[in-house]
């Protein structure tokens, strides 16, 4: 059985750091590219990072010089590198794989305010 658990959310002010974490079960992790991928209220799931099996690495361009993404295979987890975050930043967090998407996790809340 597929599972995803994001950790590492909470509140920070414009400007601050997070680093967020999904530890992956239930697949083999390392064959698969993985995602970070986040959705504000009223709006869309939108991807902001992926990660390829071969740490092929792509990034939204809102995101792009603030976030990193990197992945540790021994430990089925990937991670997110969030500096200089924004109030557009706030927003759930989720991870998946980037293709045959499991089921969502629960996700991490992130919230950026003065």
């Known amino acids: 059985q597929v599972q995803l658990v994001e950790s590492g959310g909470g509140l920070v002010q414009p400007g601050g750091s997070l680093r967020l974490s999904c530890a992956a079960s239930g697949f083999s992790f390392s064959i698969y590219a993985m995602g970070w991928y986040r959705q504000a209220p009223g709006k869309q799931r939108e991807l902001v990072a992926h990660i390829g099996n071969r740490n092929i690495i792509n990034y939204a361009d809102s995101v792009k010089g603030r976030f990193t993404i990197s992945r540790d295979n021994a430990k089925n987890t990937v991670y997110l590198q969030m500096d200089s975050l924004k109030p557009e930043d706030t927003a759930v967090y989720y991870c998946?794989?980037?293709?045959?998407?499991?089921?969502w996790g629960q996700g991490t809340q992130v919230t950026v305010s003065s």
């Open positions: 998946n794989k980037i293709t045959k998407p499991a089921s």
